[in-house]
């Protein structure tokens, strides 16, 4: 049977509970089990993928094209695993499909109530991802913090789990902040008591207690805790701001979590095999070079908005032995006062996916100054589209170039509406979402990074590139170096002759690791480690 792990916060939002969960996923499955996780967000959106980037960070997409919570990101970067769907539950899913439930007549006119109908469909769910997924332990993260008035179903929920699958099946961790009083300069445990009374009188009693600070929580502080929150002293983690996530697993591990779990589920092995992930995670960077990626926008003052790319860019500097600085820019900046200065110190440039018009031409600036100065370029999805626009502006001389998202009136849209999406007016998911077969052109940037000639890409996006335009911008040097197998669909562009200029209709930075970067932010990175910024005197990095 499933063993299930349910992990709460407590007092405050944003204390990186997914991170936490990620890593207790990478401590399981260091040991050799079978691992999946399942986020229940309390908002009443169906999903993620109407909401702003400024409200809910990134959207990321799984292989099955569900729009998910940015959390899922961090699951399947830690745990190296493939999500679906089934991974991600929202109350406004829930309340959805509880109401088609009872206007279909499946509750046979009974009165519809949180308890039972509201927490059976949640149940319903987790045990459908158990069983689908066979695995020896599912991970539930409850959004959120206790005392939300929109999570209380899925608290109760959980608490109903210890009755259905069994006391010695479950296991409940709560995330808690420990604020740091700097005039008496000592951590305060009292919200974290009245974090966890609250919890315990929703009836679920935590066999764990995560205590997040900036610093250290000493045995003092933990076991004033343990006393006060009926938990035992060696329960109680610490875990204090790291200078990288990625060494969170490794820290918990030192900490006694992975042991706790694996005595309550009675694992065969008790014993984690993290050693691969310590090498590549905490190794000394203090001298390996460094290089600034800028990462052009219109969301950059949320950079969560752009997580999944600022992570595989990391990837990729851990494989190239690099440090990766990125420096975000405003593309909307861009369009009020120019290019100027600031791409001099920039030896590499990211323009990541979007919608609207807004900063459009600010990123049009960006892919026209990196083609004409030997810039490397990257444009994710949208990134591809607007470099399709500037080359064909600057380099064919159709100077009103366009897509017809930006412009429903160009004479020349490059970029226009993929087949079947005219007639739509719903926003939520009516897209091209998840994972696509690619197949690469010999003899290309493209083809030579992946080194096979058919790739799967997660994709998220309703316009295309035009074909009517191929032709032309092929004999002008802008490649069509990936398409669909059939060849009817242009996923990869970029420029003959130029070190990187390369744009993906698909969003690579779903499918990079820490173990395994992306193949394309893998050679991005290479050819930017070797170019030199105009600042640069001499420029001494291997090729």
């Known amino acids: 049977m499933t063993n299930f792990i349910f992990v709460t916060g407590g007092v405050v939002s944003s ?13 399981i499955k260091s040991r050799g089990l079978k691992v999946s996780v399942i986020k229940l967000d309390p908002y009443l959106n169906v999903d993620p993928g109407t909401m702003s980037p400024y409200q809910h960070g990134e959207v990321f997409v799984t292989v099955d094209g569900s729009e998910t919570d940015l959390d899922l990101g961090h699951y399947e970067r830690f745990i190296d695993i493939e999500l679906t769907s089934m991974s991600n539950v929202t109350s406004g899913q829930i309340y959805s499909e509880v109401i088609s439930n009872e206007r279909d007549g499946k509750y046979l006119g009974g009165t519809i109530q949180i308890v039972p109908h ?25 959004g959120g913090t206790v005392g939300d008035i929109e999570g209380q179903p899925f608290i109760e929920t959980i608490r109903q789990m210890r009755r ?23 951590l305060k445990t009292k919200p974290t008591q009245h974090s966890v009374q609250a919890l315990r009188g929703m009836g679920i009693q935590p066999d764990a207690i995560l205590c997040r600070a900036d610093s250290y929580v000493e045995e003092n502080v933990r076991d ?82 752009y997580i999944s790319v600022t992570e595989a ?54 892919a026209k100054y990196a083609r004409e100065n030997e810039i490397p370029y990257f ?48 926003t939520g998911g009516t897209m091209r979402l998840g994972s696509y077969a ?49 060849d009817s669909l242009v996923e990869v562009m970029e420029v003959h002759g130029h070190p990187f200029m390369l744009g993906s209709q698909f969003h690579p930075e779903f499918g990079s690791r820490p173990e395994r970067p992306h193949p394309l932010f893998r050679e991005f990175i290479r050819v930017a480690k070797n170019t030199p910024t105009e600042g640069d005197q001499q420029y001494l990095f291997d090729q």
Request: charged share 25%.
């Open 15 to 27: 204390l990186g509970k997914g991170i936490a969960v990620a890593s207790i996923g990478k401590m």
């Open 118 to 142: 509201v927490t059976d469909a949640i149940r319903s769910h987790i045990i459908g991802l158990a069983d689908k997924s066979e695995a020896d332990v599912v991970i539930v993260e409850v």
């Open 164 to 186: 259905f699958v069994g006391q010695d099946k479950t296991f409940y961790i709560h995330l808690t902040l420990l604020p740091h009083l700097a005039s008496t300069d000592e």
């Open 224 to 305: 004033k805790i343990a006393l006060y929150c009926d938990v035992l002293p060696e329960a109680i983690i610490s875990l204090p701001t790291l200078d990288n996530v990625y060494k969170v697993p490794i820290h918990l591990e030192h900490e006694g979590l992975g042991n706790l779990i694996a005595e309550k589920f009675s694992f065969t092995s008790k014993r984690a095999d993290l050693e691969k992930w310590e090498e590549i995670t905490t190794c000394d960077t203090s001298n390996w070079p460094e290089i600034t990626v800028g990462i052009v926008g219109k969301y950059v003052e949320l950079h969560d908005s």
């Open 313 to 366: 860019l990391k990837h990729a500097g851990m494989f190239q032995k690099v440090r990766v600085n990125l420096k975000w820019i405003s593309s909307e900046l861009i369009e009020q006062n120019g290019i100027r200065d600031l791409f001099n110190d920039t030896n590499g440039l990211v323009v990541p996916g979007g919608f609207d018009s807004r900063g459009i031409e600010g990123m049009i600036e960006t």
């Open 379 to 426: 444009g994710l999805c949208l990134g591809m589209q607007i470099m399709v626009i500037e080359y064909t502006r600057n380099k064919l001389g159709l100077r009103n170039a366009n897509s017809l998202e930006m412009s429903e009136s160009t004479e020349d849209p490059v970029i226009s509406l993929m087949d079947g999406q005219e007639a739509l007016h719903s």
């Open 438 to 486: 690619c197949k690469l052109k010999l003899g290309t940037l493209t083809r030579k990074a992946y080194g096979v000639d058919i790739v799967n890409e997660r994709h998220r996006h309703r316009y295309e590139f035009n074909n009517a335009y191929r032709e032309k911008l092929e004999k002008s040097g802008l490649i069509a170096s990936g398409t669909s197998p059939d």
